[in-house]
């Protein structure tokens, strides 16, 4: 939770800094961080999308496809299912994934506050 509230700060202490710092106009500033925002929290969304499982049945499709025009060796099948049996490259993976979910929700969620609050400033 702290690293949480500690990235929300050091995202809006980024963008006070980038004021200051680059010669641009407050509104290009703002415009620049709410897109910025909005491309994060999208990652985000569509990261959480893929994480419920909603487009599983287009993935394997594709994965199948895949398998159906390159075949594998053997020792590569092998490696692919030790590799999925693994629990703790499977726990690395999932946490990984929800450590980067989180942080550009974050991330974007702060530069979108920052651009509201810089367009009410002018």
Do not use: C
């Amino acid at each position: 939770m702290k690293w949480k509230l500690s990235l929300f700060f050091l995202t809006i202490l980024g963008w006070y800094i980038a004021t200051l710092a680059v010669p641009f106009t407050k509104a290009s500033l703002s415009n620049a961080a709410f897109l910025i925002g909005l491309f994060l929290l999208i990652i985000a969304s569509i990261a959480i999308i893929f994480k419920t499982g909603f487009l599983t049945p287009v993935t394997e499709g594709f994965r199948i496809i895949g398998e159906r025009m390159i075949r594998k060796s053997r020792a590569m099948e092998r490696a692919d299912k030790q590799i999925k049996n693994d629990h703790t490259i499977q726990s690395f993976k999932t946490n990984l994934g929800a450590f980067i979910t989180q942080s550009t929700f974050i991330v974007g969620a702060g530069s979108i506050l920052i651009s509201v609050i810089s367009i009410v400033m002018l």
